[in-house]
């Protein structure tokens, strides 16, 4: 039996590889005997679903009115999936979390201090990756039709907005721009001397 359930998210720009990550790392995670839920932001809240129907596709709104929908969907995420999973066990994987909101609208021109704030309900998780991949690598990898968050000059910024996360520790970089499983055996290495825990 494990000692407790953990909480890890995976952060980065469009394209750099975050969910095929997340599905390889709680692959690895169950072969070892972790209970895993799965999860990702935006969430499957209504809110969730409206910011994934409506602000992705359409830049109609301010990026304080983004921000303030993505912090309650993350505010629902936490009440209905991630905080119940903790409870019951299960260590967490979340492709995505508070991080993006600080750089994504922080990119943006939205005040740090006041995504903090409105985020400030949120629980730091017990280890938070940003995958890092070039902007022009990223946006090259997306096939679909891209949103309104994924164009080079944005992603150039929320780049930047990622690596002051990483220089202050809130985030551990992966550079994504390797081989897939490269990445992954990095990401596993992490996330496994966390769960490790002090010797």
């Not at 998210?9 to 990550?21: F, H, N, P, R, S």
């Not at 202050?168 to 970089?173: N, T």
Request: glycine residues 6%; aromatic residues 8%; hydrophobic residues 40%.
């Amino acid at each position: 039996m494990h000692p407790r359930a953990f909480f890890i998210v995976l952060e980065g720009g469009d394209g750099a590889g975050k969910t095929i990550q997340a599905k390889l790392l709680c692959l690895a995670l169950r072969r070892r005997g972790y209970k895993i839920h799965a999860t990702a932001e935006p969430s499957k809240s209504d809110v969730g679903r409206l910011i994934r129907r409506s602000v992705l596709q359409k830049r109609e709104i301010s990026p304080e009115s983004e921000a303030l929908l993505f912090a309650a969907d993350r505010f629902l995420h936490l009440e209905s999936e991630i905080r119940p999973a903790l409870s019951a066990g299960r260590t967490v994987v979340c492709d995505r979390y508070m991080y993006a909101s600080f750089a994504y609208q922080g990119a943006r021109g939205v005040d740090r201090e006041w995504l903090r704030a409105i985020n400030r309900f949120a629980e730091k998780p017990d280890l938070a990756i940003y995958l890092d991949v070039p902007s022009n690598v990223s946006l090259r990898r997306i096939r679909r039709k891209k949103s309104v968050m994924e164009t080079f000059g944005l992603q150039e910024q929320v780049r930047e907005e990622y690596t002051k996360l990483v220089e202050s520790g809130e985030l551990v970089a992966v550079d994504s721009n390797r081989p897939i499983q490269k990445v992954a055996g990095d990401i596993l290495a992490l996330v496994t001397d966390r769960l490790r825990g002090p010797e």
